[in-house]
């Protein structure tokens, strides 16, 4: 009879060699190794897939700052409209105005004057002239600035477009060559002389209703050319302190009109045109002058009456263009 003899681990059982897992039997075929997954940066393998990687918790920031990376840093600071956030930590700084067309563009040219140097434009229109009242009405009209100097009309001389009849034949007034007055009005010349000056820049006298609305100041209608107070010191006249001459063509600013005519009231008279020129041997003359002591002489709707022939050391003259007409400027003699 054969005894039938098993193994003692048969008998005890797993309880007394341990009950851990048994290894599985052999297949007898070689096992791959574990294959190695790459995660993208700042992930890690976990669980069979790919998660963030968790790092250590930071610090909360003091009240005031903020967590600019793994550091604390100042809150930028609460500016007010128009300013921003500085460079220095609670500074604020002015915003940059943008750029505007006016900065960034290149400056216009300033509009062409109408009139050539040394005259004004004064604006046409209508009005009631002189004592009588007649309609009137001309046109724009570019004026000299002030009355022709005893230096211009020497210029002229120079140029042989000017002569010298007679032209110091004013004792005691007389205005031409004589030292200190080359800026005083040229005087003691006649109509006709006053007429050729003005024409060798290529001017003209102005009419008598052209002369009164400029030295008016055109629609404000004034009684002298700076406005209705009377003369007083304004002007270069006697009714202050006698005079014994002229006064510079600039000496009295402040009777210059709205236009910047300076010395239609006072100084020296002015030669003017008129329609009955044609017709009459007498030439009038606006302004009043220098010896004059009555401030109604000196207003601008007083006419003055000259024959064409008289020279005094009292009567000047100043010309007259159309804007943008071609003036030729006599050039300063040697």
């Given at each position: 009879?054969r005894?039938?003899?098993?193994?003692?681990?048969?008998l005890l059982?797993p309880?007394?060699?341990g009950c851990?897992?048994?290894?599985?039997?052999?297949t007898?075929?070689?096992?791959?190794?574990?294959?190695?997954?790459?995660?993208?940066?700042?992930?890690?393998?976990?669980?069979?897939?790919?998660?963030?990687?968790?790092g250590?918790?930071?610090p909360a920031?003091?009240?005031?700052?903020?967590r600019?990376?793994?550091?604390?840093?100042?809150?930028p600071?609460?500016?007010?409209?128009?300013t921003?956030?500085?460079a220095?930590?609670?500074?604020?700084?002015?915003?940059?105005?943008a750029p505007?067309?006016?900065?960034?563009?290149p400056?216009?040219?300033?509009p062409k004057s109408?009139?050539?140097?040394g005259?004004?434009?004064v604006k046409?229109?209508s009005?009631?002239?002189?004592?009588l009242?007649?309609?009137?009405?001309?046109?724009d009209?570019?004026?000299d600035?002030?009355?022709?100097t005893a230096?211009?009309?020497?210029?002229?001389?120079?140029?042989?477009?000017c002569?010298?009849?007679l032209?110091?034949?004013?004792?005691?007034t007389?205005?031409?060559k004589?030292a200190g007055?080359?800026?005083?009005?040229?005087?003691?010349i006649?109509?006709t002389?006053a007429t050729?000056?003005c024409?060798?820049?290529?001017k003209?006298?102005p009419?008598?209703?052209?002369?009164e609305w400029?030295?008016?100041g055109?629609d404000?209608?004034?009684?002298?050319?700076?406005?209705?107070?009377?003369p007083?010191?304004?002007?270069c006249w006697?009714g202050?302190?006698p005079?014994?001459?002229t006064c510079?063509?600039?000496?009295?600013?402040k009777t210059?009109?709205?236009?910047g005519?300076?010395g239609?009231s006072?100084?020296?008279f002015?030669?003017?045109?008129r329609?009955?020129?044609?017709?009459?041997?007498?030439?009038?003359?606006?302004?009043?002058s220098?010896r004059?002591?009555l401030?109604?002489?000196l207003?601008v709707?007083?006419?003055?009456?000259?024959?064409?022939t008289y020279?005094?050391?009292?009567?000047?003259v100043?010309?007259?263009?159309a804007?943008?007409?071609?003036?030729t400027?006599i050039?300063?003699?040697?």
């Amino acid at each position: 009879m054969r005894r039938l003899v098993l193994p003692l681990f048969s008998l005890l059982g797993p309880a007394l060699f341990g009950c851990g897992p048994q290894p599985e039997p052999s297949t007898g075929k070689a096992q791959s190794p574990p294959q190695t997954v790459t995660c993208p940066e700042g992930q890690v393998f976990q669980g069979g897939t790919c998660v963030a990687q968790s790092g250590p918790t930071l610090p909360a920031c003091p009240e005031g700052q903020e967590r600019v990376g793994n550091a604390c840093a100042p809150k930028p600071a609460a500016c007010p409209p128009g300013t921003h956030a500085g460079a220095a930590p609670g500074v604020c700084e002015p915003d940059q105005p943008a750029p505007t067309a006016s900065t960034s563009s290149p400056a216009a040219d300033p509009p062409k004057s109408a009139c050539p140097a040394g005259m004004a434009l004064v604006k046409g229109g209508s009005y009631k002239m002189g004592y009588l009242k007649t309609d009137q009405t001309v046109g724009d009209l570019c004026f000299d600035i002030t009355e022709a100097t005893a230096k211009e009309y020497e210029n002229c001389v120079g140029a042989k477009k000017c002569n010298v009849n007679l032209v110091n034949g004013c004792p005691e007034t007389s205005t031409y060559k004589i030292a200190g007055r080359e800026d005083h009005p040229m005087v003691c010349i006649d109509f006709t002389q006053a007429t050729d000056y003005c024409s060798a820049q290529g001017k003209r006298l102005p009419t008598e209703a052209e002369w009164e609305w400029a030295a008016r100041g055109g629609d404000k209608a004034n009684q002298y050319s700076w406005g209705n107070d009377t003369p007083g010191e304004l002007a270069c006249w006697s009714g202050v302190t006698p005079r014994t001459g002229t006064c510079p063509v600039n000496a009295h600013p402040k009777t210059a009109t709205p236009q910047g005519l300076i010395g239609m009231s006072g100084n020296v008279f002015e030669w003017a045109t008129r329609a009955l020129d044609a017709k009459v041997k007498e030439r009038v003359g606006r302004g009043g002058s220098w010896r004059d002591g009555l401030a109604n002489v000196l207003r601008v709707d007083r006419p003055g009456s000259f024959e064409i022939t008289y020279r005094c050391g009292f009567l000047g003259v100043r010309c007259v263009s159309a804007p943008g007409a071609a003036v030729t400027p006599i050039p300063a003699s040697k």
